[in-house]
């Protein structure tokens, strides 16, 4: 007997939030539950080129709302300041980092590169919970004190920060929101919880690895999106610039079926649905990234 599986489709309808992975998977840090498996290799073929970045920008980008610039860690990139410049001149600039990295020296810096456009800079830093042992077990031992170190001086910058965090024993999600704004506001530092972002844990990459979890196979049916919005998902509106080629959403960047084309010229505006992940996404009836 033959098995067949048609996967729904996802349609690209305007491209307003481009991604740029601009360190594959090199992270300085390496976190139990990265469903991207980073590891800590900063060797020069791991980064995404200035070059591409310009040859992308040169694009019809209309419709453009948002730049994101992600990794692994962004701030490992050696010209990550020369391309957050190309990118403000386009677009307000989300910079999704771990936040280790950023001392004074580097948050100075990038407000210099703020003030010379009108576009802006947000810092998106991970932080996956308001307790410092439950943060550190699954980031890094130190993450949590570097974060609020970071936010502190971003603060003290005038550049807008924001957090996202992995549900990592799926709490409940005002708790965690409320938690963590109560952290921000002992350290007097502002955070609204308009300005924090849950997402589920994506088991894949390294925590599918910790955890022994060998692939799932639920995949999305017709049935389920007969009554779902399919606005929300990312990859109607988004598209993520790798060392690989085009992928669909940020998710998907190690899996050969989020590959869309080699450029942005070339990529299909078709997504099919064909992922565990993207079954976690239409059950999730939320955006995962933008
Ligand atoms: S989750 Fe983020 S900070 Fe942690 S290893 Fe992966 S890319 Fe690095
Ligand atoms: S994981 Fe979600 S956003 Fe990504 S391709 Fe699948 S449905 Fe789209």
Known sequence: MQLTYK?????????ENLWFQLSNVAC???????????YQNTKKKNFLSIDKVINILKFNLNDLKRIYLTGGEPFLH????DILRL????????????GTLLNEKKIKVLKNIEDETHNKILIRLSLDHFTEGRNDEYRARGVFK?????STILQRY??????????????DENILKNGFVS??????LNLDLN??????????????????????????TFEDIKNFDMEILDCKNSRVVTINGIYSCPALVNDPRGKLGETLQDSSCNVYLETQTCFDCVKRQDKLFG
Request: glycine letters at 2%; charged letters at 25%.
């Open 146 to 150: 570097k974060v609020i170190n970071a």
């Open 7 to 15: 996967a729904p489709c996802a349609k690209l309808v305007k491209l």
């Open 183 to 188: 952290l921000f506001t002992r350290h007097k």
């Open 195 to 220: 300005d924090i972002k849950i997402l589920p844990m994506l088991k894949m990459g390294n925590y599918a690895k910790y955890y022994n979890i060998s692939e799932i196979h639920k995949h999305v």
């Open 28 to 38: 300085n840090i390496k976190c139990k539950h990265c469903y991207l498996d980073c």
């Open 78 to 81: 050696p010209k990550i300041n």
């Open 158 to 171: 005038g550049i807008k920060y924001d957090l996202i965090c992995v549900n990592l024993k799926n709490e």
């Open 87 to 98: 990118c403000l001149q386009k677009s307000n600039v989300t910079i999704c980092t771990n």
